[in-house]
């Protein structure tokens, strides 16, 4: 029953931003670290930030200070803002959620930067 619902992929053009919304319904516990991950067509999928409950911070080498990640646990949401996208960032954007002992993940939210 535990379900994340993320927003704001969409298409954009190189140098443009976006910014994600995860939200985790139906957990009776509040979830412990949360992350965006990204898979693209052909590769694995991989880390892209991460935020403990705390609000300590992880970003993949990638990243290169364009992003931020930030949460807020009264909602229960965590946000990814995207700046300075590249075409090399066209993925597919899951969120995670690490709630008690299990790994919670969305359905992916495309994100395609192209001019």
């Known amino acids: 029953q535990v379900r994340l619902v993320e927003s704001g992929g969409g298409l954009v053009q190189p140098g443009g931003s976006l910014r994600l919304s995860c939200v985790v319904f139906?957990?009776?516990?509040?979830?412990?670290?949360m992350g965006w991950y990204r898979q693209a067509p052909g590769k694995q999928r991989e880390l892209v930030a991460k935020?403990?409950?705390?609000?300590?911070?992880n970003y993949a080498d990638f990243v290169e200070g364009r992003f931020a990640i930030s949460r807020d646990n009264a909602k229960n949401t965590v946000y990814l803002e995207m700046n300075t996208l590249k075409p090399e960032d066209t993925a597919v954007y899951l969120c995670?959620?690490?709630?008690?002992?299990?790994?919670?993940w969305g359905q992916g939210t495309q994100v395609t930067v192209s001019s």
């Open positions: 139906g957990s009776i516990f509040r979830p412990d670290t």
């Open positions: 995670n959620a690490f709630v008690r002992w299990t790994d919670y």
């Open positions: 935020i403990t409950r705390g609000g300590s911070t």
